[in-house]
């Protein structure tokens, strides 16, 4: 059972940006980022495969979120600029020893989840 933990979160201002970090117990394949906002349902940010895919961004986080990760480490990161006010939310990082070559973008593809870490963007 694979560990997940993420790092990196705290508060901005409208504009700024984040890395959050997250970085697993042992070699992991599909990882992503997910984000819940009070009152709202978890959703997809975006995943990377073991071997580096990343599919296409949803129109909330495109141009503004990357994803990447080193495997050597077993960490995955997400950089977020131009950062707004509705990105606020608890972010997830999620992994699975599945899916070497692609990444599920539905919560369901992942079995470890990391605790989350507080993201708040405000003036």
């Known amino acids: 059972q694979e560990r997940v933990e993420e790092s990196g979160g705290g508060s901005v201002q409208p504009g700024g940006s984040l890395r959050l970090s997250c970085t697993a117990s042992?070699?992991?394949?599909?990882a992503a980022w997910f984000r819940q906002a009070p009152g709202k349902e978890r959703e997809w940010v975006l995943c990377?495969?073991?071997?580096?895919?990343?599919?296409k961004s949803p129109d909330s986080v495109k141009g503004r979120f990357t994803i990447f990760r080193d495997n050597a480490k077993n960490a995955v990161n997400l950089q977020m600029k131009f950062l707004k006010p509705e990105d606020t939310a608890t972010y997830y990082c999620?992994?699975?020893?599945?899916?070497?070559?692609?990444?599920?973008?539905?919560?369901?593809?992942?079995?470890?989840w990391g605790k989350g870490t507080l993201v708040t963007i405000s003036s």
């Open positions: 990377i495969s073991r071997r580096g895919f990343i599919p």
């Open positions: 042992g070699s992991i394949n599909a």
């Open positions: 999620a992994a699975t020893g599945d899916a070497a070559n692609m990444c599920p973008t539905d919560r369901t593809g992942y079995n470890y």
